[in-house]
Structure formats: C-alpha cells, structure tokens
C-alpha cells in the first residue's frame, strides 16, 4: 500500500492500486469493486485502519485492487484470518470478501463460525451461483439440475440459501444487494460498515463467462420492477412497474395484493428490520414450493440486531481475570505443574 498517509480528503481514486485488473471482461466484480472504492472515503476511517481479507476465487482477488492493507489468504479461511486479526487488533475495520464457494462449501463451517461469535467485522458474498476461478463447475448455490462442467447430466443437489443459513447461525445483520444497482449496493456498504457486529451481505454478481443472466430477472430494467421488491425500515412491502402490487400476511404466508383493485397500502405487510420470525419468511419468500403466488425477490437489510461482539468480550473477559489473579506469566506457565504422562 503507497502513500497511506494524507491531509486531503480522500478519493475512490484513492483506494485504487497500480495493479492490472484480472477479471473477464463484462465480470460483475468490477461493478462491486467501484462501489466499495466510492464507499470507503466517506466512512472517514484512515486506509491504514482498513483490511480487506479474502479466500479464494474470483471474488478474493479484491485485496489487489483495494489500496488499503489486505491479504489473499486461504480457501474458504479468510473468515478465520479475519477473526483473529480483529481479535489482536480490534480498532481496524475489517472486511471479509468471499464468494458462494469459498465462503459456503469449504468455507461453510468457518462462516457460520463467524456469524454466531458476532466478531465486528464485514462480510461481502458475492454470489454468483457457480464456481468461476475453476471455470464453471456448480456451487453450494447453484439451483437444482443445473448443468455444468462436473454436472454433465444436472445437479442433483439441494442448493444453500444464504440469507437463511446467516439466520440459522444467528447472525446480527443480514442483507443483499446486486452488482448492477450501484446505488442500493452503496446504501447497503454503508449499513454494513455502520452496524456494530458481523454484517453479512449478500451480492448477486453475473459471471458473463460460466452462467450469465443468472440474475436478469432482477436486473434488467423490463423485470426488475415486477420481480425485485426493495425493503425499507417502516415502509409497506410494495413492488411493481408503478407500485401498484403489495405483500401482506395471511397467517404466515405472504401472499401479493393488486393496489389497484380493492387493496390499499394499509393492509401490505410493513417491514420491521428487527422482527427476526418475519425476517425468516422474508429469506424464504422466494424459494417455498408451498407458496402458489409468484413472489418477488427482497433486496436490502432483512435483519439486524444488537448482539454483544466476540472482541469485546475477550477484553472484559481478560481484565477481570488480571484484576482477579494479576498478570500471568508465560515461564511460569510453561514450568508449572499441569502437566501429564501417556503410557
């Protein structure tokens, strides 16, 4: 990293390195790379406080091309790099860029990890459905029967879905955004970044390459209107080319309500950040069998509660034991008497 230290404001032009971009041509990670470089120079943290740890795949090229310190670790373990750097070093904002496969095949265990210890660090899964970097086998979120290179005859596998997998692992903060909607990607970096414990966001990103148009539906300008519905804290659930459909609650079930006949924003389901049981209806809306109305798909923050961090923990947990006992002493430790004989 060059040249960390500066009176001016920073610039996105700032957090960008001298390193030659390798993704394909088209790739969604250049459009996920601009944001997160407009993003940092307003959270008024010092890049030398920043650290961008990623595993491996497409995605975790990213430290590259940030101007902040960084490290390109190991498959599916930057989630346990992560940790113990914010565990030593808490003061630093710590991000985490992974992808479908580092972060929820080999991964997977130390994610949910992650999530249930509630470290303050940031994770960004870019979702792509497909494992780009080994050239297009499928993934943990690849849907079923899908064909592909180790999957001649279609997947017979029952695809994660990682919202509801962070929900399961008690997660403090769960939301998902899409590479080509820069401007809700924004908002959602800068929710991430404000929230107090370890925020997972999920980013649809296109591979052009193995599985383009994956997420057209939601993307492109003719269907994202009737197929993407954006939560907002407090605001009725309302989608459509000109918000004329809604989402209300029927017991448990969401079913969609036509504003324009009969229905009125009053009777649409409001969206409430912190109700964690409707939250578990919001990461399944999209992919229940039992559900016969087509159902769009959310985009923003499902879910966030505060939850006590693991760092600060570990330090209150460590002054009481030195205010009790005094500061240890790693000799005496080493000579001491706990020990023990294998015959």
């Not at 985490?96 to 130390?110: E, K, M, P, Q």
């Not at 509630?118 to 979702?127: A, G, K, R, S």
């Amino acid at each position: 990293m060059s040249d960390i230290s500066t009176a001016s404001p920073l610039t996105s032009k700032d957090f960008s390195t001298d390193q030659e971009v390798r993704w394909c041509p088209g790739c969604g990670d250049y459009s996920i790379l601009a944001q997160v470089q407009k993003v940092m120079p307003t959270l008024g943290i010092p890049r030398e406080n920043i650290v961008i740890v990623s595993g491996i795949g497409c995605s975790s090229r990213f430290p590259y091309y940030m101007n902040t310190y960084g490290m390109h670790s190991i498959h599916g373990r930057a989630t346990a790099v992560a940790s113990g750097l914010k565990a030593a070093r808490p003061e630093l904002s710590v991000w985490i860029v992974t992808g479908d496969g580092d972060g929820l095949s080999i991964g997977g265990n130390h994610t949910i990890h992650l999530l249930r210890r509630n470290f303050d660090v940031n994770i960004l899964l870019f979702n792509n459905q497909i494992y780009g970097l080994t050239k297009g086998q499928y993934s943990p979120t690849s849907e079923e029967h899908k064909i592909t290179k180790s999957t001649p005859f279609g997947s017979i596998d029952h695809p994660f879905n990682p919202l509801a997998l962070a929900m399961g692992a008690d997660a403090s903060f769960i939301a998902r955004s899409m590479d080509r909607d820069p401007k809700h990607l924004q908002a959602m970096l800068l929710r991430s970044n404000a929230h107090k414990g370890t925020s997972f966001l999920e980013i649809y990103q296109n591979c052009n390459i193995f599985n383009d148009g994956a997420f057209e539906v939601f993307t492109e300008k003719s269907s994202k209107a009737a197929e993407a519905i954006f939560l907002e804290q407090g605001q009725p659930l309302v989608f459509g080319p000109s918000q004329n459909k809604g989402i209300k609650l029927d017991g448990f079930k969401p079913v969609v309500v036509d504003l324009q006949e009969g229905a009125s924003k009053d009777d649409c389901w409001i969206h409430d950040e912190k109700d964690f049981y409707k939250a578990q209806i919001l990461v399944r809306m999209f992919d229940d069998p039992a559900l016969q109305d087509h159902l769009p798909r959310p985009f923003g923050v499902f879910y966030q509660k505060e939850r006590a961090c693991y760092e600060d923990m570990m330090t209150m947990q460590i002054e009481e034991v030195i205010a009790k006992k005094g500061k240890g002493s790693l000799d005496k430790l080493l000579r001491g008497n706990e020990i023990w004989t294998i015959s």
